[in-house]
């Protein structure tokens, strides 16, 4: 059953694909400017630059992907159910904390979110808005029943 997003961050967006397209209508572009210009190579460029930037992409929408359901939080390639949680406001962050999502440290352009669990160990979860996912965390585990 899917379970609806109370928050949410995509990996990456989907800009950086133009980049190949950008540059071999620029090389066309330029190249006419000196006489005769080659649209096939320059086509060909393009996709050359097209095809592994959208490999990079949809490998960094999957792997930094943030989204918080009211059963888990998914970060990255793992996803910490939210029975496991124990608190996340006012949470200190330890030195050597295991990092969420399988890296060895925080994505870049992300800030940490201390998480800690119910058996007292104390995680890091990332975010580019760690306040707003903190905030949304928060208010996820003050809803939840008591068990």
Do not use: C, N
Not at 17 to 36: K, N, R, S, V
Not at 44 to 73: D, I, N
Not at 118 to 146: F, I, K, N, S, Y
Request: overall charge neutral; hydrophobic content about 50%; aromatic content about 8%.
């Amino acid at each position: 059953m899917e379970q609806p997003t109370l928050y949410s961050e995509p990996g990456a967006s989907w800009w950086p694909l133009l980049w190949g397209p950008a540059f071999g209508l620029a090389g066309f572009l330029l190249e006419a400017l000196t006489g005769a210009a080659h649209a096939g190579l320059w086509a060909a460029v393009a996709a050359g630059l097209f095809l592994p930037t959208l490999l990079w992409v949809q490998a960094r929408r999957r792997l930094y992907e943030v989204r918080l359901t009211p059963v888990a939080l998914h970060q990255g390639r793992e996803e910490l159910q939210l029975r496991d949680i124990a608190e996340v406001e006012g949470v200190e962050p330890r030195a050597g904390a295991r990092v969420l999502g399988g890296g060895w440290t925080l994505p870049r352009g992300r800030a940490e979110v201390p998480i800690k669990l119910v058996d007292g160990m104390v995680v890091v979860g990332w975010a580019r808005d760690p306040e707003a996912l903190g905030t949304a965390l928060g208010e996820l585990l003050r809803r939840r029943p008591l068990a």
